[in-house]
């Protein structure tokens, strides 16, 4: 469709002019997708009507059904109902344009330099289409941006429309979800169709755990299934562990003792996404049950009845080591570490639980006024943590492995006697959630589409 250049940075559709008495001649109907359609005032634009056109014209010219477009000094506006605007600056969608000589298609990165985009640049045109909004930059060949109305309403930030790829819905449980566990077969998660490894991962997402029956009893099935998921995080304790109560390493864990209720890795920056366990076996003793903790379950609890203390183990830092091994002396960065409950900077929800008070160092960064307060909040936790509806206590066994998120599910260990030959894997978060995705984008696709396998990985995917 041509665009008519009405003045320096307006344009009208060749036939929205045509077809149109228009009000405010930078005003034109645009796809409003499922939202309610409606006139947008001049007042909600803060613009002046080129011509007297009352709001009402404004709806008789919903024509065809695509947003509003308005520019307003050095944004654009987009209408998609009478309600509901989103403002983007004109430097922002610039630096956001994807086509081939700002964005490689292939590599989906930023080919544009961002630094050359004049502060004051201002659109030759803007124009609705139906596959998106379509601007024109002024320079010496012309530059045309399209952007997908689904894309501007996904990234749309003034305001937020509340369509960000938002994760799928964390199913929290106690103790009780032992009547029926997340679970799925070792054929599934090794089928070459990755089908069961998507309801693998998805189980993860949801659960935080998930259980693997019939597992060959053996460290190499049990590494190629970790394998499934992406490549091994190799730490100080190896890459596949395969150990038993002998002190091999410098840590409880390769001891006979009871382990409480605690997530991996504070220790570290980076914490351990994923931790699975396969008990291969234990003979000539007992005990060495495996606990399981629903660390925002317990955390959705604590906020309820215990804000206060909530609130103190959501901001004070725990510094946390591994200094078992001769050879390794870890840390956090910062030596401060981080809170047990860690949030999202952005949306504010519970994104992580980092607890495992035997691992924790001293804490030399409490505020004086705090100390006794600290003891009592971890207390509160601690409490809330070991009770009975907590608890998720199962006995393992060759076969039978299970897979835990370690940003969000406590897993410990009773005490046990005899020997027992436990195996497993870490790998990291940013492995398994790239995992995740691509699972996704191949199979929650649309079914109308084709699987994005069979196309080029959009360049408006809500991931980039
Ligand atoms: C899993 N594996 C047995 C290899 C090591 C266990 C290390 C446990 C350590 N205290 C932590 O909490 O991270
Ligand atoms: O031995 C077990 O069952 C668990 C050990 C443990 O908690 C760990 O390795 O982090």
Redesign the pocket.
């Known amino acids: 469709m041509a665009c008519v250049p009405l003045t320096r940075d307006l344009c009208m559709s060749r036939s929205t002019l045509l077809s149109r008495s228009i009000w405010g001649a930078n005003i034109h109907r645009g796809l409003a997708t499922h939202l309610a359609r409606g006139a947008a005032s001049a007042a909600a634009l803060n613009v002046q009507p080129r011509s007297p056109t009352t709001a009402r014209s404004v709806q008789e010219v919903v024509s065809d059904d695509l947003p509003t477009i308005s520019m307003d000094g050095r944004k654009v506006a987009v209408g998609w109902d009478t309600r509901t605007w989103s403002r983007f600056h004109n430097i922002w969608l610039r630096d956001h344009c994807r086509c081939p000589q700002c964005f490689h298609s292939t590599t989906k990165q930023r080919l544009l330099n961002t630094f050359e985009i004049p502060a004051d640049i201002t659109p030759s045109q803007v124009e609705p289409t139906a596959d998106g909004l379509q601007v024109s930059w002024p320079s010496s060949e012309s530059h045309v941006s399209l952007y997908p109305w689904s894309w501007l309403q996904k990234n749309s930030y003034d305001p937020p429309l509340g369509q960000r790829e938002t994760r799928a819905e964390k199913i929290i449980w106690s103790s009780k979800i032992q009547t029926s566990p997340p679970t799925i077969t070792y054929q599934e998660a090794m089928a070459e169709d990755d089908r069961g490894l998507y309801k693998w991962l998805s189980h993860i997402d949801r659960f935080g755990m998930c259980f693997i029956s019939g597992v060959p009893p053996t460290p190499e099935a049990t590494e190629e299934l970790s394998r499934r998921i992406g490549f091994i995080r190799e730490?100080q304790?190896?890459k596949f562990?395969d150990?038993t109560s002998d002190l091999a390493?410098g840590?409880?864990?390769?001891t006979t003792l009871a382990l409480g209720a605690?997530?991996?890795?504070?220790?570290f920056t980076d914490p351990c996404g994923l931790?699975l366990f396969h008990l291969l076996s234990h003979t000539e003793g007992t005990g060495g049950s495996t606990l399981l903790v629903d660390g925002f379950y317990v955390a959705s609890i604590l906020k309820e009845l215990h804000p206060e203390a909530y609130s103190i183990l959501a901001r004070t830092p725990v510094p946390a080591h591994?200094a078992g091994e001769p050879s390794a002396l870890y840390q956090p960065s910062p030596p401060s570490g981080y809170p047990v409950l860690g949030h999202d900077p952005v949306t504010g929800e519970l994104i992580q639980v980092r607890w495992?008070n035997?691992?924790r160092s001293v804490m030399n960064n409490l505020d004086p006024y705090q100390v006794e307060e600290w003891y009592n909040a971890i207390k509160t936790w601690h409490k809330l943590l070991t009770s009975p509806d907590s608890e998720y206590w199962v006995q393992l066994g060759p076969g039978t492995a299970v897979i835990i998120d370690n940003h969000r599910v406590l897993h410990g260990r009773s005490a046990f006697t005899g020997k027992r030959r436990?195996c497993?894997a870490?790998i990291g978060v940013d492995e398994y959630r790239s995992k995740l995705a691509v699972l996704r984008e191949k199979f929650a696709a649309n079914p109308n589409t084709p699987s994005v396998l069979e196309t080029e990985r959009s360049i408006w995917s809500p991931a980039l």
């Open positions: 730490t304790y190896g562990w150990f390493k840590d409880t864990a390769y605690h997530t991996d890795n504070t220790y931790q591994a495992n035997d691992d436990m497993g870490y």
